[in-house]
């Protein structure tokens, strides 16, 4: 019912910047914990972030902590990922989707995943 389009990736440089949109169509996300996901050659998706229904808790794995930085605006059903200072081990395709808080796992029940969106970062 719920279809999830990624955008806002690209090829930056080292030390770069981007900013990630995830918008949400058929219904709202709202009421959700919102995560973020990334999937880099030859490696599982791994998770990156996730911010509470409310947008009063986040949480960030260890390598981008201080880097990153998860956001959502409910009222235009879209989450955000600011990624600062980015890393050549950042190169990843990046999903969002309905995050558990607290075991950070997807919502296995919630529907499909979106095409995600292709963040390179070059040395």
């Known amino acids: 019912q719920v279809q999830l389009v990624e955008s806002g990736g690209g090829l930056v440089q080292a030390g770069g910047s981007l900013r990630l949109s995830c918008a949400a169509s058929g219904r709202t996300f709202s009421t959700y914990a919102m995560g973020w996901f990334r999937q880099a050659p030859g490696n599982k998706r791994e998770f990156v972030a996730v911010i509470s229904w409310s947008g009063g808790r986040t949480y960030y794995i260890d390598s981008v902590k201080g880097r990153f930085t998860i956001s959502r605006d409910n009222a235009k059903n879209t989450v955000y990922l600011q990624m600062n200072s980015l890393k050549p081990e950042d190169t990843a395709v990046y999903y969002c989707?309905?995050?558990?808080?607290?075991?950070?796992?997807?919502?296995?029940?919630?529907?499909?995943w979106g095409q995600g969106t292709q963040v390179t970062v070059s040395s």
């Open positions: 989707f309905p995050t558990h808080y607290g075991s950070m796992t997807p919502m296995a029940d919630f529907g499909s």
